[in-house]
């Protein structure tokens, strides 16, 4: 068998085995799938028991069937009962809980209780206060006589989205939306960020390791110092993606496991009432209200997915792989010379910086070009090797050149060419060199040894 | 044939000489004893053996052409600072180096098993190496060094870290090896050990080769006109013209006594004055250890070099 991948078949195996890797890439998607699920749990773990309230109006029956009923609750408007008659024995009677509603309400805003023996749901309460504020602001405007004043509320019930038309040079247009690639400008930065920086210095510490334990000795009289570099610079890359996509398929798993026992019925039922409410041809004030929310919904998402569908994910995927493998391999075999040049880990500290600067430098830039893709430090920050991959993959959302992203690819494969070859002639050398502190002075000199 | 040379071996690094013109050649099935003080350059000059490093001039010649890079799998390496991957099983950390010389999976799986049992390290097999001690794991290093059955196994220091037990193990494998055909360079500082193992020597002092040759051979030239007597009994001669006395013990009811001839000496003369000291058991002419002559070339050489 080929040596290299022999090489990259041990540094692949030995970390995937090992009980760190396997706890950290199994425990981490229920994380994530914590933060995506939890919120949904709270909210479909409300309390969906049937209420059947009583409703008591003080003095007048202003808000007679006024309140509808919902699928979870049910409201009984009472005449000729006080609130005394049944503020003790409710519960007896069999009712939830008692509304009262005083003949302060027009004016003052604490003037409605629920009286209950449990804490009534959020839900509960926004419901009855929703309808009362639709009835009384109702009868306040009807107080000013204005003529087809239905019609004319109808009519102001209005919802406003803006969207971002953006018009190329070809005079074409097309709908985008700057949230979206935001969105992907920064999760693609900071991925990239993470994945150098995990994945390049474990490069490092294995790098370290061989060196401290004496082993690459034996290694080497078997195979070159760069199979060696390379074969352990790809292993570790399988691994990190091995890593990564079983952190989104076991997360994508969870969450729609976990969404389809809640939330179907939930969405199901909205999206069959939406017709229903819709079609009415009176609508209550109250149903209109949930009309138009979902649509505003349904047509956020719809613009949502327009503008995502307009977005070049060829070429995004595209960038991204290519900065990704890029990326990781220059930083790699920069973090595989440093660990060679040193004895142990604390001394990495004098080299790492000027790894560690550019990376940061490109993160601090590609949020940057989130606000202003265009700047000219964007620019430069693109096109520069060292900087690109983070940089460049946030700008490309926002539409690219061409020739930039040509220029910023070539001179980044130049650059890896460079980078490998400097790296494989210092790592040759430093891998057998110990117990004296490494200068730079002293690492210019490997660079320059023949053969 | 020689089974090995190195011609004229010259390697510079920036500050110093490592190699200054070293040659050595090595016969075939013969155990090799590559000798020299710390710094010396022993351990470079067995890199570019191993091609981990290239000469700056001179040549290496394997089988009696210039070595290849594939000659690698007929090269095996134990070097002084060992390790392996402490994480790793031992098994398994066996099966990738012997793979890496470029056995095939079962090839090595049946030749470890065989080596294993030998060494009597097969309950380690699925044992982490950091669980291990150290001449535990300098055993399994052996057994990686040799799994490939090499022409060429170059030892560098081997017995360190061994109990003796396990020192006359590894030498008697060592011994085995040659007898099968393997050719052996020793790096070591042991010189007991040379005696009992090496044919020949080279000595490098600072980068250049001082001392060569078979061991028995430089030991002869080497005897001065000393002589180790056995007393029965505590006795002390005392010297004469013929002969003085180097150094005397008495131990266990017995005096060993070494003495010095005089460079104009007659035998009988002194082994009379011996009999006459005391009742003689043995009588023999000293052969220098190693030990001495090492000590001794080399103290020599550095002393020239600094009136020079």
Known sequence: ?451 | MPLFEALNVTKRFATQTALDGVSISVPEQSIYGLLGPNGAGKTTLIRIINQITAPDSGTVMLNGRPIRPEDIYKIGYLPEERGLYKKMKVGEQALYLAQLKGLSRTEAMRRLKYWFKKLEITDWWGKKVEELSKGMQQKVQFATTVLHEPQLLIFDEPFTGFDPINVKLIKDEILFLREKGATIIFATHNMGSVEELCDNITLINKAKTILEGRVDTIRQEWAGNEFDIVFDGEVTPSGNAHFSVIRSQFEKGRSTVRIKAADTHDTNEIIRSMTAAGTVIAFNPALPSMNDIFIRVVETKNSEAAKN
């Open chain 1, 1 to 451: 068998m080929n040596k290299t991948s022999l090489i990259i078949q041990r540094e692949y195996v030995t970390r995937v085995r090992k009980k760190s890797f396997i706890i950290m890439t199994l425990l981490t998607p229920f994380l994530i799938a914590l933060i995506f699920v939890v919120p949904a749990l709270v909210m479909s773990n409300e309390d969906k028991d049937f209420k059947k309230i009583a409703v008591i109006e003080d003095g007048s029956d202003l808000f007679k069937g006024v309140i509808p009923d919902t699928k979870d609750a049910e409201f009984e408007y009472l005449t000729n009962t006080s609130l005394s008659d049944i503020k003790t024995t409710f519960s007896e009677k069999g009712y939830y809980g008692v509304l009262y509603i005083s003949d302060l309400v027009a004016n003052v805003p604490n003037a409605v209780q629920l009286i209950s023996k449990k804490q009534p749901p959020i839900g509960l309460l926004d419901h009855i206060s929703n309808s009362l504020e639709k009835e009384i602001e109702r009868q306040k405007l009807l107080g000013y006589n204005i003529a087809n004043l239905d019609e004319i509320l109808k009519s102001i019930n209005s919802n406003v989205e803006v969207q971002t038309i953006k018009i190329d040079e070809a005079g074409e247009s097309k709908q985008t939306s700057t949230g979206i690639a935001m969105g992907l400008a920064y999760i693609s930065g900071f991925l990239m960020y993470m994945l150098v920086f995990m994945f390049g210095s474990q490069v490092m510490r294995g790098v370290i390791e061989e060196k401290t334990s004496r082993i690459v000795e034996v290694i080497i009289s078997s195979v070159k110092p760069v199979q060696l570099m390379l074969g352990k610079i790809i292993g570790i890359a399988l691994v990190g993606l091995t890593q990564f996509a079983i952190w989104i398929l076991l997360t994508l798993a969870i969450v729609t496991v976990v969404q389809s026992k809640i939330l179907p019925e939930k969405t199901m039922e909205q999206v069959q009432q939406l017709p229903q409410s819709l079609g009415q041809a009176e609508p209550t004030a109250a149903g209109a209200e949930a009309g138009t929310a979902v649509t505003s919904q349904m047509t956020q998402i719809q613009s949502l997915f327009a503008s995502a569908m307009n977005q070049r994910w060829g070429l995004i995927i595209f960038a991204f792989v290519f900065y990704f493998i890029t990326g990781y391999l220059l930083y790699a075999s920069l973090f595989a010379a440093i660990g060679s040049a040193v004895d142990n880990e604390t001394e990495t500290q004098q080299f790492m910086l000027p790894v560690t600067i550019p990376i940061i430098l490109g993160l601090i830039v590609a949020m940057g070009t989130m606000q202003n893709p265009e700047s000219s430090i964007s620019f430069w920050f693109s096109i520069i090797p060292l900087t690109s991959p983070i940089v460049m993959v946030a700008r490309i959302p926002f539409d690219v050149p061409a020739w930039e992203i040509a220029l910023s690819m070539s001179l980044m494969l130049v650059t890896i060419v460079v980078c490998i070859w400097m790296a494989a002639k210092i790592y040759r050398t430093g891998i057998l060199m110990y117990g004296k502190k490494t200068s730079y002075k002293e690492i210019w000199k490997w660079l320059t040894y023949k053969g």
